[in-house]
């Protein structure tokens, strides 16, 4: 607790210099301890459901080699260059995504309004926690249905049964729900060193070890070489234009861009870390994640002679088919569950941490207080989602509208952040960072060669842009 009380006093004591504080901030206030720590928190952001239960069945429905190859090509063209941009207007802030901005647009002369880009990206993280939480509670209800034996040797209706029994049950919704934001709330009311970093140093070893022996297993047990043909061998006529588009929407959500996230984080970088090599690094072992996580999957999708583009469902009925067939499943299926819930655990964290941290500076609260609270309504926010998987299931509150015709709360929350709100941010880190921030400035963060530079500043500012802008159109219409 004493942790506690010492990081909101530095966060306070921070708060009343203005331009000046924006050199001396970082020294005031708990920082990650070492290169290492931040490349483990910010992995633990990205790495989440995104690369375990999407990347896969985005693939799978995408029809393989060829969409990785995009999805491949967006990471390293939209998505390093991203990250590198919040990770820098954090750090060189010093404060939450907010305060950072505005701090930046009033030492640089810039419009004030810039900071809104904060508020969107904390706002987004919020809603999205609100039902992130709800499917990291089905990761842990599926360790309990996995562990007990119930899918051994189940045929695929029952299977379905089992999950559509899940989603039909709010009370056991709820009960998952909750213990997923307490765990969540857990870590991030420790504070950065002895909260965040010391969960993440635990959890991401210990998920790469599960990731690694569930590989092993596919790979011995499963039809491994069609898996890596599959995912490797680029069939171009498989591809779409709605593929491409996915692939790169995909890129921002599995590098937790545009959600004031890797901003917030690059507020508790020290000031000699290079932001190019870490970002590199995280995105490297993002996508390295995802791509073990397809070679855990598919070869047992394969050798069961189920369906890859089995859709949103793929984990959690397809999967759970074949373990009830596969010798020892059980075990290995739990393992896989439990992957999945510190994968979802450590992004939690990440998604609850910007509006903590903004809570604390703006309204001088202590971290505790803005935990629970900034916690608590993002649970009550929660049992929406749930409600809407069941007794609202046909509560459409925006049905009026032509596009959300059908859509549920849970359907609309989805909807409106990684379709608006998150390409929006994005596009707009992207604007501030090629346009708008002060030159200077950003080569002194970044401290790259001028080669470098150059290729970072042209990318941010014509190639990421467009790209996102054509996302953003296409995902409105
Ligand atoms: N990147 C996380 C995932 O892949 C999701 C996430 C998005 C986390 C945005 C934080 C912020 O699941």
Redesign the pocket.
Known sequence: MSVTSSDSASHSGALEGSSAALEGSNAQRGLWSSRLAFILAATG???????I??FPYVTGENGGGAFVLVYLLCIAVVGIPIMMAEVMIGRRGGRSPVKSLSLIAERDRLNPAWKLVGAIGILA?FL?LSF?SVIGGWAISYVGTTASGQLTGQTADAVGAIFSGLLSDPTTLLAWHTLFMALVMVVVVRGVRSGLERAVSILMPALFVLLLIVVGYAMTTGHFGQAVAFLFQPDFSKLTTSGILVALGHAF???????A?MMAYGSYLPKNISIAKTSMTVSVI?TGVALLAGLAIFPIVFANGLEPGAGPGLIFQTLPLAFGQMPMGSLFGTLFFVLLIF??WT?GI??LEPIVEWLEERKGMNRTVSTLGAGIVCWALGIASILSLNLWADFAPLGFVPMLEGKTIFDLLDFFTANIM?PLGGLLVALFAGWVMSREAMEKELALSPGMFNLWLITVRFITPVAVAIVFIYNLM
């Open positions: 952001s990205a790495v989440g459901l995104g690369n239960w999407k993280g999205i992130y959500f599995t590098l937790s861009l545009g959600m996230v993002d994968a979802a992004s990440s998604l998150l």
